[in-house]
């Protein structure tokens, strides 16, 4: 798995609203990174320890994931 490009395009299809494809890319790279895979690398954190960088990309993915399923819910309630 291509974890930066993962990263990446988890972001960009959050903010063009696909929050199908943020939800899928989150858990596929949640599910990398608890089978022990590589980090994304995050120039911009250099200053953070690699266990704080861990620590916000699980966050991240989480926060997709929740806000994936708070979408869907909406979706569900406006179809209604």
């Known amino acids: ?3 930066q490009a993962a990263f990446r395009d988890m972001i960009s ?3 063009t609203n696909d929050f199908d494809r943020a939800e899928q890319l989150a858990q596929d790279l949640l599910d990398w990174l608890d089978a022990g895979g590589r980090m994304p690398d995050l120039a911009a954190l250099s200053e953070r320890t690699p266990e704080e960088q861990r620590k916000l990309v699980r966050r991240t ?6 806000a994936a399923k708070v979408w869907r819910d909406e979706r569900k309630e ?3």
């Open 1 to 3: 798995m291509d974890a």
């Open 13 to 15: 299809a959050a903010l």
């Open 61 to 66: 993915c989480q926060g997709y994931l929740l």
């Open 78 to 80: 406006n179809a209604e």
